[in-house]
């Protein structure tokens, strides 16, 4: 555990060089960033009965949360008033999943405005932290396991913020990367990746040192520092890179599938995949990570819905190792339960989901040769959790759970 040196500020700092140019693009002339607001809207689970009414909800929505769905069935849309009354007015059904996301949103920030400066790890992962924190957590974390934790650079944002590694090694041969942060506003996948990679490196149980005699592994907390920033000070539900402005979907961005389905060639959509496959720093920065390393296995953290996807993500058929990837989900999502209780459901994505084209799990499976899994973290869906805003006492039981479905897939590798 990291001990009782103060391991980071709660202020963020920026790349010298770029704070002139971001100040120019972010700040009001009042002197503070202009908020994105989303005064009168609500998350809104519409269970849509046939196409016609699946385009309705694409159309009326300023945001779709859930993941890629068929052209019917539930999906989460971000809604006002007026179209939630247009849903009920044809007998659409719906529920509201959280009914006024910018009170969550300002709730947060107040909390997090007055947040402490964490003098140990289990301070560290009782609030969410933002990108400074992070980058100095991953520093600090180095520092105090200097025989077992470095840190490798992959690549820089086009920000200017480095996009890092954490790697934890005793020379284990079998290698192993999990990432979070793909998508700025999925903040808990970026907690649960620090916390995993401070777990392995800190506690020394009997299990743990096991696995590290035979692998390593290559923790990459946040892919997206710069979407990230965003989310944090100017738009909380912001999900793709800074590119233009307009931003690029960063899990549609890598080279299987890419172009197909589940995609957009639009800019202004979320799920942009940019204009070629890899034409963005992050997922170029992921890429090197996979050509220096034999990658074995990989998880992609994102949130929320609770769930274990493995490939493919494009298209249904199924892949050469789809038995094989079915039964690590399933020990994965055992392992889940019995840590405190939570169910994740498991499956390739297009079967309990959809197609969705150039995703990074796909493309680590079939360019990398790694078994590969997305996992979409807490909250569930259709429950009336916080969506994206997940309190900040389960960072903690998220993180336990997960590391015990990343030990189960380091003991199936390592086997
Ligand atoms: O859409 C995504 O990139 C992932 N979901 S998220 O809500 N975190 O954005 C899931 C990718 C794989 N899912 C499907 N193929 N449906
Ligand atoms: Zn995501």
Redesign the pocket.
């Known amino acids: 555990m990291i001990g009782a040196a103060p391991i980071a500020r709660h202020t963020w700092r920026l790349p010298r060089v770029l704070l002139p140019l971001l100040l120019c693009a972010l700040i009001a002339p009042s002197g503070s960033p202009e908020r994105v607001r989303y005064d009168g809207y609500a998350a809104v689970l519409v269970e849509t009965r046939d196409a016609a009414e699946m385009a309705l909800v694409r159309d009326l929505a300023r945001q779709i949360w859930?993941?890629?769905v068929p052209d019917r069935g539930p999906v989460v849309a971000v809604l006002g008033a007026p179209e939630i009354a247009l849903l009920a007015a044809r007998g659409i059904p719906y529920r509201i999943e959280v009914a006024d996301i910018q009170a969550v949103a300002d709730a947060e920030r107040a909390r997090l405005a007055s947040r402490v400066h964490a003098a140990s790890a289990a301070e560290f992962f009782a609030e969410y932290r933002d990108v400074q924190e992070i980058h100095d957590f991953v520093d600090q974390l180095a520092e105090r396991h200097p025989y077992l934790a470095g840190v490798r650079r992959l690549g820089t944002s086009i920000d200017g913020w480095p996009i890092r590694a954490v790697e934890i090694s005793r020379g284990g041969p079998i290698h192993i990367a999990l990432n979070g942060g793909q998508?700025a506003r999925?903040w808990i996948s970026v907690m649960v990746t620090a916390c995993i990679a401070d777990r392995l490196a800190s506690e020394s149980t009997a299990r743990i040192s096991r696995i590290l005699d035979r692998a390593s592994f290559f923790i990459t907390p946040l892919v997206n520092p710069d979407g990230y920033l965003h989310s944090w000070n100017v738009d909380r539900y912001w999900?793709k890179n800074r590119r233009g402005g307009h931003g690029v979907?960063l899990?549609r961005n890598y080279s299987v599938g890419f172009g197909g389905r589940?995609s957009s060639g639009r800019r202004r959509s979320d799920?942009y995949r940019g204009e070629h496959a890899f034409s963005e720093p992050e997922t170029q920065a992921m890429r090197r990570l996979f050509v220096d390393e034999d990658i074995a296995a990989h998880v992609d953290f994102?949130?929320y819905?609770q769930l274990i996807?493995y490939p493919w993500?494009y298209q249904g058929a199924p892949p050469p190792d789809r038995a094989e990837h079915a039964a690590v989900a399933d020990k994965m999502a055992s392992a889940i339960a019995a840590t405190h209780g939570e169910r994740y459901r498991i499956g390739a994505?297009?079967e309990i989901?959809?197609?969705?084209g150039g995703?990074m799990?796909d493309w680590a499976y079939g360019e990398g040769g790694a078994m590969s899994f997305?996992v979409?973290l807490r909250p569930p869906m259709g429950r009336g959790g916080g969506g994206f805003v997940l309190p900040p006492e389960q960072i903690v039981p998220t993180c336990d759970e997960s590391l015990a479905a990343v030990l189960e897939l380091a003991e199936w590798v390592t086997r």
Do not use: K, V
């Open positions: 859930s993941d890629p998508h999925e999900r979907d899990n589940g799920i994102h949130s819905s996807l993500s994505a297009p989901l959809y197609a969705a995703t799990s997305t979409e």
